[in-house]
């Protein structure tokens, strides 16, 4: 019964996302068929998950999400019910992390907005090092990703997309900084580069 409401609820983005949005998505071949990996993306808009997801067609993301969004008890309800679990932001949140760890250890997608937060001020936020260390200390790719054109949803500001750059392997230790520093900025520099190349953020 679950994966028939799922089935549902995606039927319904899909036709929000591609036909009412008229979505496009680039780099889709980049996306791993199988195998865990952590998709690290721009976030400008609530309306953010729903693209992403529905751009990563047969892969399912489980979300990390600012626990802030799970107080209301329906909301909260429904976002566990699509695979999103809650973060703590501004602290180390070991619960999250070993929530993290355990869907990349299944061979799940796990779905990050390194922003920690949404920017709608058509600029790339400072990315968190939270998705580097994970990275790292889980050894799982990162594939970036970029959303263009989200911020002003459900006004649209321009053509809408999703694309996602090839995918980036971790190098170094967890526990060194400067390798954690070093993923986060080569994943930011990504996740520029391709808002810059689809019209999501001038130069």
């Given at each position: ?59 399912l993301i489980h979300f990390m999400a600012k626990e802030e969004l799970f107080r209301n008890p ?55 090092e939270g998705m580097a260390a994970i990275a790292l200390k889980a050894g799982v790719p990162v ?19 999703v694309s996602f750059g090839k995918l980036i392997m971790p190098d170094g230790n967890a526990s ?28």
């Amino acid at each position: 019964m679950r994966s028939f409401w799922y089935s549902v609820i995606r039927s319904i983005f899909n036709v929000i996302t591609y036909i009412w949005l008229g979505m496009k998505v680039f780099g889709r071949e980049n996306i791993p068929n199988k195998g865990a990996f952590i998709v690290a993306s721009n976030h400008a808009s609530y309306f953010d998950p729903p693209l992403l997801g529905t751009a990563m067609n047969n892969r399912l993301i489980h979300f990390m999400a600012k626990e802030e969004l799970f107080r209301n008890p329906l909301m909260g309800w429904f976002l566990r019910y699509v695979h999103t679990f809650p973060v703590r932001r501004g602290r180390l949140d070991r619960k999250a992390i070993a929530e993290a760890m355990k869907t990349l250890r299944d061979g799940h997608v796990l779905g990050i907005y390194p922003e920690g937060t949404t920017q709608n001020n058509g600029r790339l936020g400072k990315f968190h090092e939270g998705m580097a260390a994970i990275a790292l200390k889980a050894g799982v790719p990162v594939l970036p990703a970029a959303i263009a054109n989200s911020g002003r949803l459900p006004k649209k500001s321009g053509p809408v997309s999703v694309s996602f750059g090839k995918l980036i392997m971790p190098d170094g230790n967890a526990s060194d900084k400067e390798d954690i520093a070093a993923l986060t900025e080569k994943v930011r520099n990504e996740v520029a580069r391709l808002l810059y190349e689809h019209g999501g953020m001038a130069r």
